[in-house]
């Protein structure tokens, strides 16, 4: 039997934005300022869950169609890709590449190939928290 949870479902949407806006942040602060993938990921999988308090696992199957094992493994291929990369380049594992350019409007913008791995890192910890979360709900 379902609940009548409208204060909860109009409160989710809107916190569900705030927090995965944040976790956006986070991710591209994390070179420079504590954060990058591990806690975005964190952040973004904790919001999937509010997501899953809100509505049940049907519906949020139904709203985002991910299967969080693949996404756990497309994650682990940028990371183990991104560090093992260097290896090509007769430099230490984990080294990682950076430059920079100059754009119009931007102005000059730093790329890291770290910023790749931070990607896996986010992708795998929100694969393994929502495959682990939802294993757990599925059970009865």
Do not use: C
């Amino acid at each position: 039997m379902r609940s009548n949870n409208i204060i909860l479902e109009t409160a989710i949407k809107v916190i569900l934005f705030i927090i995965v806006l944040f976790s956006v942040y986070i991710f591209f602060a994390g070179h420079y300022y504590p954060g990058g993938g591990f806690i975005g990921g964190l952040m973004t999988a904790g919001a999937l869950v509010l997501l899953l308090i809100a509505y049940d696992i049907k519906t949020v199957s139904m709203i985002l169609p991910f299967n969080y094992r693949i996404m756990t493994g497309i994650g682990l291929l940028f990371a183990i890709g991104t560090s093992a990369g260097a290896i090509f380049f007769n430099v230490p594992f984990l080294t990682h590449a950076f430059g920079h350019i100059d754009l119009p409007i931007l102005g000059e913008i730093s790329l890291h190939t770290a910023t790749i791995f931070d990607l896996g890192v986010y992708l795998v910890v929100v694969g393994v928290s929502m495959t682990i979360i939802q294993t757990i709900g599925e059970d009865e």
